[in-house]
């Protein structure tokens, strides 16, 4: 008897996350709901899911697969097995997938009262399957229930694991890192030199501040290109240029951006014993915060 092959969505089958995607538009398009939605819905993730997915859609032909797992479901179905979609996604915009793709036999997804995740998506595998082996490809900690019960674990990314597995591996992060923040965009910054350069004396004091300046103005900048990046990814998916960028393409993923977005400002610390300096780093990110929130053109 072949194997059912079970398929996660997130991070697995496509390289994004469609609930953070949802929420960071959400946010973007209107802070205040967004919060009001969440408490509202008492921050269950089924009742989140549900209210999201009415004011946000997905469009399932732009978003980023992976082609590594595509590849493994085509091979499965060569071989005549099943193959299921099983996610923690809502069951409306999986099933928009799937129908999409036109692999998979059948969906398993999280309702308006369930969410299908960890034990509960186990469960319902375990079901569907009858008795049947399964493989099952998954990426995140919350698998590892999932891993132990299936005969091979495809594990995409990093996720440590110790029994026996197939790895699908990710791209490095860096280089799509470097892309995001847009160094060529650190020249405006070199403004910061001017009045160090009209000024008498020229001191090595005035020379390091104003080094420091530049180091974190520009990074400050690079701060504000990933929060605009993360707000219209989907926007950028449709757009003949911007749909390289690596926030679209799923090279870079939401889950790790307060990272890279903390390691930027980490400098600005140094400022501290300069409130004219430091307070003109704080100014910017409010006035160029509110670049990432205007519609993407």
Request: glycine content about 6%; some cysteine; aromatic content about 10%.
């Amino acid at each position: 008897m072949k194997p059912i092959l079970f398929v996660d969505l997130d991070e697995s089958l496509i390289k994004t996350d469609i609930l953070r995607e949802q929420l960071v538009r959400s946010f973007a398009q209107s802070p205040w709901k967004t919060v009001k939605l969440l408490f509202r819905q008492k921050f269950r993730p089924e009742r989140v899911k549900a209210s999201i997915n009415h004011k946000i859609d997905i469009d399932p032909i732009t978003l980023p697969y992976n082609s590594d797992v595509l590849a493994l479901i085509h091979q499965a179905k060569k071989e005549g097995r099943t193959v299921v979609l099983a996610t923690a996604t809502h069951k409306d915009v999986a099933q928009k997938i799937a129908d999409h793709l036109g692999v998979f036999d059948a969906v398993i997804a999280t309702t308006d009262t369930h969410n299908c995740k960890g034990a509960n998506k186990l469960a319902a595998m375990q079901d569907f399957a009858a008795g049947q082996p399964f493989d099952y490809v998954g990426d995140s900690r919350a698998d590892r229930a999932i891993f132990k019960a299936t005969q091979t674990p495809y594990i995409v990314g990093g996720l440590s694991y110790s029994q026996p597995h197939q790895r699908i591996n990710r791209p490095s992060i860096w280089k799509p890192f470097l892309r995001a923040i847009r160094p060529r965009q650190w020249a405006t910054s070199g403004l910061i030199f001017l009045p160090l350069l009209i000024s008498h004396p020229l001191t090595w004091r005035a020379i390091l501040t104003g080094m420091l300046g530049f180091v974190c103005f520009s990074l400050a900048t690079s701060a504000i290109s990933l929060i605009r990046d993360m707000a219209h990814g989907e926007d950028d998916r449709h757009h003949p240029q911007k749909k390289d960028r690596p926030f679209a393409k799923g090279d870079l993923t939401i889950d790790g951006w307060p990272m890279g977005f903390g390691g930027l400002h980490c400098p600005d610390i140094l400022f501290l014993e300069n409130l004219a300096y430091f307070g003109c780093i704080f100014l910017k990110h409010p006035l160029c915060g509110a670049y990432p929130l205007w519609p993407s053109h």
